[in-house]
């Protein structure tokens, strides 16, 4: 039968767990990220791996960026007998394979920051899900490039009236590149300013490989590029690097970039006043509620909860009895608001 859910604190929970120290086994969570060389992705392990210190034994492998990989690391850590599973899938839409491995040995998962199509959630009760609202962020990127272009004129390059974009995509496979990189544009267009995409590509999250295609889309639109969306901001300052380096981003005058996840790289840039916008991917947050559900999963608790918000249902509706989604609000991140998301030395 389905654990009972509710909304307690995990402080309370892991306060009461303490009291049965002695006679209750240790959890240990096996946990997979994508590619630890992921600016964001770095951010979450880092939260995760110090709300486990002393609580819990927690393995945390790198699947760079490889499925077959990965497929291997859940197969060991279920064979080394993990109380939880803890993913960052490098591939959402292998999850079935996986979700069915943890099953046939009861043991829970938590999805974090990719996420998987309902369908395989659907597949079994104990698989979780912690990430944010896609949606969310493209629609911020729109939003404030669309304030960016009526504050400044001179970006319309041409006189037209259209703005006119390259888009910095990520793993076609994943949901946050799709839906970013549609209700960006959406936004724009709700905003009423009408737009033109010169070129899009993906650079699968990579700076490096974003650098490369920007300087591509600046070879093959000289003079006409207005804008650039980047999907994350590794993306994003791969393309500013590549604008800098073509002379276009100079003397105050810039090419407007959006990304997402607040990085602090990003944050940087935003004070240099190269990029424009992005938008906050909470990291600490995402990797506390991964935390917390993993530990209750592996301790067998009756009632699952998080510090980070309350279970909900796939669509964001609060279900309390049958939620398995912790979703995590996107902040819009501003030359206006950023200071205050930088990290204090």
Excluded at 53 to 77: A, E, G, R, W, Y
Excluded at 197 to 207: F, I, Y
Aim: net charge negative; charged share 20%.
């Amino acid at each position: 039968m389905k654990k009972i859910v509710g909304i307690l604190l995990v402080l309370a929970f892991v306060a009461s767990f303490a009291g049965c120290a002695k006679t209750a086994a240790t959890p240990y969570v096996g946990c997979t990220i994508y590619k630890f060389d992921d600016t964001f992705m770095s951010l979450v392990r880092q939260e995760i791996q110090k709300d486990a210190t002393d609580k819990i034994k927690l393995s945390v492998q790198d699947s760079q960026n490889s499925q077959p990989t990965q497929n291997d690391q859940v197969d060991t850590f279920l064979t080394q007998g993990v109380t939880a599973l803890a993913l960052n899938l490098v591939d959402p839409s292998a999850v079935s394979v996986v979700i069915q491995k943890a099953k046939a040995k009861n043991i829970p998962v938590v999805l974090f920051n990719r996420e998987p199509d309902p369908t395989d959630m659907a597949a079994w009760n104990e698989v979780y899900y912690v990430g944010a609202k896609a949606q969310q962020s493209g629609t911020y990127q729109g939003e404030m490039m669309a304030a960016y272009w009526k504050a400044h004129p001179a970006m319309d390059l041409n006189h037209d009236g259209v703005l006119d974009y390259v888009m910095l995509m990520g793993d076609p496979s994943n949901t946050d590149a799709k839906y970013r990189t549609q209700y960006s544009i959406e936004a724009l267009t709700a905003a009423g300013i009408k737009s033109k995409v010169l070129a899009q590509d993906t650079a699968m999250w990579d700076r490096v490989t974003a650098q490369s295609k920007m300087a591509a889309f600046i070879a093959a639109n000289p003079g006409k590029i207005e804008a650039v969306f980047a999907n994350n901001d590794d993306m994003a300052l791969g393309a500013i690097e590549a604008l800098k380096a073509a002379g276009l981003d100079k003397n105050g005058k810039i090419i407007p970039v959006v990304g997402v996840d607040a990085t602090p790289p990003g944050l940087d840039a935003m004070k240099q006043g190269t990029l424009i916008g992005t938008v906050l991917n909470d990291a600490t947050r995402q990797g506390d509620a991964t935390y917390d559900l993993a530990f209750a999963l592996g301790t067998g608790a009756a009632t699952i909860s998080t510090t980070v918000g309350p279970l909900c249902d796939q669509d964001g509706t609060v279900d309390a009895a049958n939620g398995r989604y912790v979703w995590v609000p996107y902040v819009k991140v501003t030359p206006d608001n950023y200071q205050q998301y930088v990290a204090k030395p």
